[in-house]
Structure formats: C-alpha cells, structure tokens
C-alpha cells in the first residue's frame, strides 16, 4: 500500500528533475502565471488525461473533468471554472473532448442503480431519450454506447451556448466552443464539426437580452 502511494512522490522528483535537465527555467516560468488558449472540458476517466493526449505542457490548457465531460447548467463547479476561464483567462477555445467507451455513458444506458451517481447519469439519460430512435436502432450495445458517446458532446457544447457566460463574452470577443472524441483504439481524436463561434446558431428560446 505505502509504495503505491510513495510512487507518486518518486516520480514527481524524477519529472521535476528531468524538466529542469530540458529547461532551467521551467518552474520559474510557470510561477509567473497562466496564459492558456483552452479551456478542456473531458471526462474524469484515468486515461483521457488533456496534456498528455494533446501533446501539450502545463499551462497551455485549463481543466474541468467530470463522470462523461458534462455541462449541466446548475453545476457551479463547471460553470465558475468556465467563467474564471472565459472571463479572466480569456480563453479563445472551449473543448468538450468525450472518449468512445466511456463507463459513465455505458452506465447510463442501463437501468442498474449507480446510487447517487444516478443523479449525475440522469442528464445523460436526457440525451439518450433525445435521441432514442436513432440509438434504440443500433443493435450492437458497444456500437450504441459509442454514439451515445458522439451525441452527449454534442449536447454538452450545445449546453455551452446556451450558458449566459459564452453568450455574454460573444458580444466583446472571439470564443470557439468545439466536440471531439477520443478513441483509444488508435489514441487518436475526432473533431465532430460542431463547433459555435457566435450565437446566431443558437436556438431562439436560449438566446439572452445582453
Ligand atoms: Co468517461
């Protein structure tokens, strides 16, 4: 037990150590501050980590994971990290980045009682719902989960226009809200081209008087 914990710690001083071999000045930039272009909104699961996956480094992408990269408008956790992201970082892209084989879309499709994650699975239920005659369609349960996965990035960045935050900053300056899966078949990311950039795709009934 002790040395699975202490693993961490080993490797945080052979990281730290060999950033510092590449770049002597690599902490003492990053203690002057963040600049990040992005703001990632991904699922919590272990292997969809944003740096990593995106060949990035610290401070070059701001985060928020949750069970299935959720939006959920009464979520204060996502939606003070989007306004601190959008407002004061000035991000210039959103990312909600899915990943196909995600256990919390898998669960969702079944009606096992997760406990009180049922009450986090719930909002993709309302995705599945949404779109159940074209997944009720698909015989292949793995297949389905996996469209389930594409369509829930989808409403997620739907999710994301229609919040007052993105909607308000489009009226001073540039902000793009993209979807993309991630596969680990071949660890590579698809763009699903649903991407907003003002609020003229909107749909009226979201759109705010600012
Ligand atoms: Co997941």
Same mark, same amino acid.
């Given at each position: 037990?002790?040395?699975?914990?202490?693993?961490?710690?080993?490797?945080?001083?052979? /990281?730290?150590?060999?950033?510092?071999?590449?770049?002597?000045? !690599?902490?003492?930039?990053?203690?002057?501050?963040?600049?990040?272009?992005?703001? /990632?909104?991904?699922?919590?699961?272990?292997?969809?980590?944003?740096?990593?996956?995106?060949?990035?480094?610290?401070?070059?992408? !701001?985060?928020?994971?949750?069970?299935?990269?959720?939006?959920?408008?009464?979520?204060?956790?996502?939606?003070?990290?989007?306004?601190?992201?959008?407002?004061?970082?000035?991000?210039?892209?959103?990312?909600?980045?899915? #990943?196909?084989?995600?256990?919390?879309?898998?669960?969702?499709?079944?009606?096992?009682?997760?406990?009180?994650?049922?009450? /986090?699975?719930?909002?993709?239920?309302?995705?599945?719902?949404?779109?159940?005659?074209?997944?009720?369609?698909?015989?292949?349960?793995?297949?389905?989960?996996?469209?389930?996965?594409?369509?829930?990035?989808?409403?997620?960045? #739907?999710?994301?226009?229609?919040?007052?935050?993105?909607?308000?900053? /489009?009226?001073?300056?540039?902000?793009?809200?993209?979807?993309?899966?991630?596969? !680990?078949?071949?660890?590579?990311?698809?763009?699903?081209?649903?991407?907003?950039?003002?609020?003229?795709?909107?749909?009226?009934?979201?759109?705010?008087?600012?």
């Amino acid at each position: 037990m002790r040395r699975l914990y202490e693993r961490l710690l080993t490797g945080n001083k052979q /990281w730290a150590a060999e950033k510092l071999k590449d770049n002597p000045d !690599f902490f003492k930039k990053l203690s002057l501050g963040q600049n990040p272009e992005y703001l /990632w909104i991904g699922c919590s699961d272990s292997r969809v980590p944003a740096n990593e996956i995106t060949n990035t480094e610290s401070g070059e992408i !701001f985060v928020h994971r949750n069970i299935a990269n959720m939006v959920v408008h009464t979520d204060m956790n996502l939606l003070s990290v989007l306004y601190y992201a959008v407002e004061t970082l000035k991000v210039k892209h959103v990312i909600v980045c899915g #990943h196909y084989g995600c256990g919390g879309i898998m669960a969702a499709m079944e009606n096992k009682d997760q406990g009180f994650v049922n009450n /986090w699975l719930r909002n993709i239920k309302e995705v599945y719902n949404k779109n159940s005659e074209e997944l009720d369609a698909i015989t292949d349960i793995k297949t389905r989960g996996n469209r389930l996965v594409e369509l829930n990035v989808i409403e997620q960045v #739907h999710n994301l226009a229609k919040t007052k935050i993105v909607q308000q900053h /489009w009226k001073s300056r540039e902000l793009e809200i993209h979807g993309w899966v991630y596969g !680990f078949d071949n660890g590579l990311i698809k763009d699903l081209e649903v991407s907003y950039s003002d609020i003229q795709n909107v749909e009226p009934i979201f759109r705010y008087d600012i």
